[in-house]
């Protein structure tokens, strides 16, 4: 038995560690010019970095109903006409620079937000861009912890990074890839040290990745969230190759419609987790020419608007209806996806080049 001292998030209670730069419960960044509040002492045995119920549990905002302004109960209610409370995690957003954002959301059916994202960007549009997107499995326990730590753990590896190889295009790609491998490396861990070591079913998640660095552009994906380049005058590419049964079914012939509504149409064959068969990421690089749009997406969103060209199409007509703005755009995509059913979490990052 050891004794260790447990800090609480001065934003949501949740637990935290003073190596901790957010919370991984609310989101709120943890500086020194906001110091974690030390918690009581406690007599435990050692375990992973974040207890997940905990987590979970100091999702629920503090503070007054925001249907009718009355006390939010223990139990996550209003008190006076019984709304549940809004968690951070429920719906958030990210914008780094003007030119790059994101929005994930809980959806209408789940009961709670178990995708994830995590972008960072350089000032100058179309310099540098990174966008994550982790999906928790639904069926797997804490999987949103897990997925937001993933996420995270990656965006820092490739903003962190910025290798260029030797100088010629193909060491530089093969330069990027490394990078894109070794921040999967680090989600796993994430993913690993947010699950418990006797967990029945521990925590996964998918995976994909986008690194834009002036005209180049790599993506990596592990399972079916999804990275896509629309460009303004050209024919949409989707980078990413779901790995999944419906995958599967598509490239033996089967009608890409058919397979991706069929009973098994959303188990993936590959993903994050202690019990993950391989988490390196299929990559693919192409150059970047002329203006566009660089989407990261879960299913939430592609589930209704599955193929490039279709989604390339909502994304312009959505991004032309709010004068091209990243985060106004993300918003509207993820309330039309609502507006469809909301039948999963759904997560948006854009990049305007």
Same mark, same amino acid.
């Given at each position: 038995?050891?004794?260790?001292?447990?800090? /609480?998030?001065?934003?949501?209670?949740?637990? #935290?560690?003073?190596?901790?730069?957010?919370?991984?419960?609310?989101?709120?960044?943890?500086?020194?010019?906001?110091?974690?509040?030390?918690? #009581?002492?406690?007599?435990?045995?050692?375990?992973?970095?974040?207890?997940?119920?905990?987590?979970?549990?100091?999702?629920?905002?503090?503070?007054?109903?925001?249907?009718?302004?009355?006390?939010?109960?223990?139990?996550?209610?209003?008190?006076?006409?019984?709304? @549940?409370?809004? @968690?951070?995690?429920?719906?958030?957003?990210?914008?780094?620079?003007?030119?790059?954002?994101?929005?994930?959301?809980?959806?209408?059916?789940?009961?709670?937000?178990?995708?994830?994202?995590?972008?960072?960007?350089?000032?100058?549009?179309?310099?540098?861009?990174?966008?994550?997107?982790?999906?928790?499995?639904?069926?797997?326990?804490?999987?949103?912890?897990?997925?937001?730590?993933?996420?995270?753990?990656?965006?820092?590896?490739?903003?962190?990074?910025?290798?260029?190889?030797?100088?010629?295009?193909?060491?530089?790609?093969?330069?990027? /890839?490394?990078?894109? @491998?070794?921040?999967?490396?680090?989600?796993?861990?994430?993913?690993?040290?947010?699950?418990?070591?006797?967990?029945?079913?521990?925590?996964?998640?998918?995976?994909?990745?986008?690194?834009?660095?002036?005209?180049?552009?790599?993506?990596?994906?592990?399972?079916?969230?999804?990275?896509?380049?629309?460009?303004?005058?050209?024919?949409?590419?989707?980078?990413?190759?779901?790995?999944?049964?419906?995958?599967?079914? #598509?490239?033996?012939?089967?009608?890409?419609?058919?397979?991706?509504?069929?009973?098994?149409?959303?188990?993936?064959?590959?993903?994050?987790?202690?019990?993950?068969?391989?988490?390196?990421?299929?990559?693919?690089?192409? @150059?970047?020419?002329?203006?566009?749009?660089?989407?990261?997406?879960?299913?939430?969103?592609?589930?209704?608007?599955?193929?490039?060209?279709?989604?390339?199409?909502?994304?312009?007509?959505?991004?032309?209806?709010?004068?091209?703005?990243?985060?106004?755009?993300?918003?509207?995509?993820?309330?039309?996806?609502?507006?469809?059913?909301?039948?999963?979490?759904?997560?948006?990052?854009?990049?305007?080049?």
């Amino acid at each position: 038995m050891t004794s260790t001292t447990q800090t /609480v998030c001065p934003s949501c209670g949740g637990p #935290i560690s003073q190596a901790d730069h957010f919370c991984e419960a609310c989101g709120a960044e943890l500086t020194p010019a906001t110091p974690a509040t030390p918690a #009581i002492d406690t007599d435990t045995e050692p375990t992973v970095e974040l207890n997940p119920a905990a987590a979970r549990g100091a999702e629920a905002a503090p503070g007054p109903c925001r249907s009718c302004g009355g006390t939010i109960g223990p139990d996550g209610y209003c008190e006076t006409c019984g709304t @549940k409370a809004t @968690k951070p995690r429920d719906h958030f957003s990210e914008q780094p620079a003007p030119w790059v954002a994101a929005v994930c959301d809980r959806g209408i059916r789940h009961s709670r937000n178990e995708d994830a994202v995590a972008i960072a960007a350089d000032p100058e549009p179309g310099s540098r861009a990174l966008l994550v997107v982790c999906d928790g499995v639904s069926s797997s326990l804490d999987s949103d912890v897990a997925s937001l730590a993933a996420a995270r753990a990656a965006r820092d590896v490739l903003e962190a990074g910025n290798a260029q190889g030797m100088g010629t295009e193909s060491s530089r790609i093969s330069a990027v /890839v490394a990078r894109l @491998k070794a921040a999967a490396d680090a989600a796993s861990d994430a993913v690993l040290a947010n699950t418990s070591p006797d967990s029945p079913n521990p925590a996964s998640c998918t995976f994909v990745a986008t690194v834009l660095e002036g005209d180049l552009l790599v993506a990596g994906v592990v399972g079916d969230s999804r990275a896509y380049w629309f460009p303004d005058n050209a024919e949409a590419v989707a980078l990413t190759v779901d790995d999944s049964w419906a995958a599967e079914l #598509i490239a033996t012939g089967v009608p890409r419609h058919e397979a991706e509504t069929g009973p098994q149409a959303h188990a993936i064959t590959r993903w994050l987790g202690k019990d993950a068969p391989d988490h390196t990421p299929r990559t693919t690089s192409m @150059k970047v020419v002329g203006p566009g749009w660089l989407m990261a997406c879960s299913d939430g969103l592609w589930n209704y608007c599955s193929e490039a060209a279709p989604l390339a199409d909502l994304t312009r007509q959505t991004a032309a209806a709010h004068n091209g703005d990243p985060l106004a755009t993300a918003s509207a995509l993820v309330d039309w996806a609502n507006a469809q059913g909301g039948q999963d979490n759904i997560t948006v990052a854009l990049a305007r080049i």
